[in-house]
């Protein structure tokens, strides 16, 4: 099973789209077992696949709707309030994907309070237990054997969660806009990729995909100069392929988009083709090409 | 307007190269943990075991009275340790590797074992790749070697088994020799010529080495430099693994009295007489002619018709033999 994060402690560089780009690709296009997760609390990527809700307790929070399997009537249920999310392992709550409007993807998504609470944790022995805890959940033989792919989506952190992802991920991908202070973000997750290497051992290394370039805007200087620079200095971890600066990305990240996905454009579209080949690459890059 | 230009800043350029190189030549180094205990067991191959054992020290279990007289002197040495890791834990990480379900040590048995007395229900581990079989035996040979307390006995399982190793990793090699086991064990020549003398050692002196006769290196290299069986055995026989120094001078004054021996006789034989040296291989065959034209020696000649008159020493054997011919058949006939 891969388990790809998508980091890079900027924000803004894109990695939500790139990351629910990257959850369409497989399920939709190469017909695998997706599992989403949203480990921001933002919970921007859950909102692209199910349609979260305002937090009653923290408006500007976001909490997942009631699940479709839920049901107040069930006994079972009795002592569950209807709502899932990845903040429930940390909490010992219960933890059921969401399914969405693809057939083979589910989500995890976010819910914003219990997320900036475990991130708020400082005491060491609970820092080292926040770090462990995607990576035991991940572990789970019941999961490993539903899902061929994971793509998680991060928030703009070194944080807790942060570092819990990149302990639990199988390979790593840092989306870029090709200006200083994302780039600078980028040298941040080689940090975390760097340590994390270190402490893993042989079996089970962390692949570095690579930078993305994106949102690259071919007419300037700057934008080209840094991808060169960039490229030169790391060939091997700088992609080839890049996203140009497209407005039809946005188009299809706003809600009730028609149509939703970059994936249902033509097959001649430009940013359809554009985005295929990174897919592609990111695919190829992947250490080993196993799934399930 | 001059073109625009841009590059990444070095201080960012300089950490993204810093992190592919340490990725690329260290991964994997790092991966430590705090382990429970229990999941550490000793690995059996080790020729180095300390008599006490993990059952000896169950935590809370430690009655001194009931131990064997040789583990009672471990554990009183290792009471320092134990006092040290109760106050502030284990300091170095030990090394294992995993084995099953379990984790086996490749160092740090002491640490262990002192944990374990210490009731300490944690240790910091460095967890490494299971090492090929000649990596663990250098990795034990170095943790071993230096403790004064390892009889010879143990250094000889040890370094057998590191020889051993090393032969089944080059096998196309001939067996290790005094330079490879040198470099090897980063020590001298000299030092490594006497672990590859124990090496050698023969089942007698081996015997002697397990009994605890045979205690150190230097009588080691002493004994097995005898030549003479009976007198090496004698030696031995009378060992009794007490202080070396006195038995290694008198090893050194049997050597240097055979020694003598030697030089005298040889300074006494003048029997040999010196009839000249010739260069030319046909001036050697013409000489040699003459002789074998001798009436009592001609009957010989069919055994010197194969000489090979262009090589010196086949002509310098022939006429050895002619010699002893004109000796028997000329000479004392007379």
Same mark, same amino acid.
């Given at each position: 099973m891969k388990i790809i994060a998508v980091v890079n402690n900027k924000g803004g560089v894109g990695k939500t789209t790139i990351a629910r780009i990257l959850a369409e690709y497989f399920s939709k296009i190469r017909n695998k077992r997706v599992l989403a997760i949203d480990m921001d609390s933002q919970a921007n990527f859950s909102n692209r696949f199910i349609k979260m809700e305002a937090d009653e307790y923290d408006?500007?929070?976001?909490?997942?709707?009631?699940?479709?399997?839920?049901?107040p009537a069930d006994p079972e249920d009795k002592e569950w309030d209807g709502r899932s999310s990845i903040a429930g392992i940390f909490f010992g709550d219960p933890v059921y994907p969401y399914p969405t409007a693809i057939n083979n993807l589910e989500i995890l998504p976010a819910y914003s309070t219990k997320m900036l609470l475990a991130e708020a944790v400082s005491r060491d022995?609970?820092?080292?237990?926040?770090?462990?805890?995607?990576h035991k959940f991940l572990t789970l033989p019941d999961l490993k054997e539903?899902?061929?792919?994971?793509?998680?989506?991060?928030?703009?952190?070194k944080g807790p969660l942060t570092r819990s992802v990149v302990r639990a991920a199988t390979d790593i991908l840092i989306p870029s806009t090709m200006e200083p202070t994302p780039i600078e973000g980028t040298q941040g997750m080689m940090h975390l990729w760097k340590t994390e290497s270190l402490r893993r051992d042989s079996s089970n290394p962390l692949n570095l995909i690579g930078i993305l370039a994106n949102a690259f805007d071919k007419?300037?200087?700057?934008?080209?100069?840094?991808?060169?620079?960039?490229?030169?200095?790391?060939?091997?971890?700088?992609?080839?392929?890049?996203?140009?600066?497209?407005?039809?990305?946005?188009e299809?990240?706003?809600?009730?988009?028609?149509?939703?996905?970059?994936?249902?454009?033509?097959?001649?579209?430009?940013?359809?083709?554009?985005?295929?080949?990174?897919?592609?690459?990111?695919?190829?890059?992947?250490?080993?090409?196993?799934?399930? | 307007m001059a073109k625009k230009s841009f590059s990444i800043s070095q201080t960012i350029a300089e950490g993204l190269s810093n992190s592919i190189?340490?990725?690329?030549?260290?991964?994997?180094?790092?991966?430590?943990?705090?382990?429970?205990?229990?999941?550490?067991?000793?690995?059996?191959e080790n020729p180095r075991k300390l008599n006490l054992s993990k059952e000896d020290l169950q935590i809370g279990a430690v009655n001194l009275a009931l131990l064997a007289e040789d583990k009672k002197k471990q554990f009183e040495a290792l009471m320092p340790l134990i006092d040290s890791i109760k106050k502030v834990g284990v300091r170095n990480a030990i090394e294992v590797y995993k084995y099953g379900t379990k984790y086996r040590l490749i160092s740090g048995e002491r640490r262990w074992l002192a944990s374990l007395a210490a009731e300490r229900e944690y240790i910091p581990v460095h967890i490494c790749d299971k090492p090929n079989t000649f990596d663990l035996r250098y990795l034990q040979w170095i943790e071993n070697i230096q403790r004064e307390d390892l009889s010879l006995w143990e250094k000889y399982q040890n370094l057998k088994q590191l020889a051993e190793?090393?032969?089944?990793?080059?096998?196309?090699?001939?067996?290790?020799?005094?330079?490879?086991?040198?470099?090897?064990?980063?020590?001298?020549?000299?030092?490594?010529?006497?672990?590859?003398?124990?090496?050698? #050692?023969?089942?007698?002196?081996?015997?002697? %080495?397990?009994?605890? @006769?045979?205690?150190?290196? +230097?009588? =080691?290299?002493?004994?097995?430099?005898?030549?003479?069986?009976?007198?090496?055995?004698?030696?031995?026989?009378?060992?009794?693994g007490s202080s070396s120094r006195g038995i290694i001078k008198q090893i050194k004054e049997v050597k240097n009295a055979k020694a003598k021996n030697k030089?005298?006789?040889?300074?006494?034989?003048?029997?040999?007489?010196?009839?000249?040296?010739?260069?030319?291989?046909?001036? #050697?065959?013409?000489?040699?002619?003459?002789? %074998?034209?001798?009436? @009592?020696?001609?009957?010989? +000649?069919? =055994?010197?018709?194969?000489v090979d008159w262009s090589s010196t020493n086949k002509i310098t054997q022939a006429f050895r033999k002619i010699f002893g011919l004109i000796e028997k058949n000329v000479v004392e006939q007379k």
């Open positions: 408006r500007e929070g976001k909490v997942p709707p009631l699940h479709p399997y839920y049901d022995e609970v820092i080292e237990k926040v770090y462990d805890q995607l539903n899902y061929d792919v994971v793509i998680i989506d991060t928030a703009p952190s007419r300037t200087s700057i934008h080209k100069d840094f991808y060169e620079d960039l490229k030169t200095r790391m060939p091997q971890h700088v992609l080839d392929s890049i996203i140009t600066r497209r407005i039809v990305y946005t299809v990240d706003s809600e009730g988009a028609t149509p939703p996905s970059i994936f249902d454009y033509s097959d001649s579209n430009p940013a359809k083709i554009e985005i295929i080949n990174v897919c592609k690459e990111i695919e190829a890059r992947l250490v080993e090409k196993v799934y399930g | 190189k340490t990725v690329s030549n260290h991964k994997g180094e790092l991966n430590y943990e705090m382990m429970s205990i229990h999941l550490i067991e000793a690995d059996p190793a090393y032969n089944a990793k080059h096998p196309q090699h001939a067996e290790i020799t005094v330079k490879e086991l040198s470099q090897i064990l980063g020590t001298s020549e000299r030092q490594s010529y006497r672990y590859f003398t124990l090496i050698r #050692a023969d089942s007698k002196i081996l015997q002697a %080495i397990q009994m605890g @006769k045979i205690n150190n290196l +230097k009588l =080691l290299e002493e004994i097995a430099g005898l030549k003479d069986a009976k007198t090496r055995q004698a030696f031995i026989d009378n060992l009794d030089l005298r006789q040889q300074g006494q034989s003048v029997t040999k007489i010196n009839l000249g040296f010739l260069e030319n291989p046909a001036t #050697a065959q013409a000489v040699f002619n003459m002789l %074998i034209a001798h009436e @009592k020696l001609s009957q010989f +000649k069919p =055994l010197f018709a194969a």
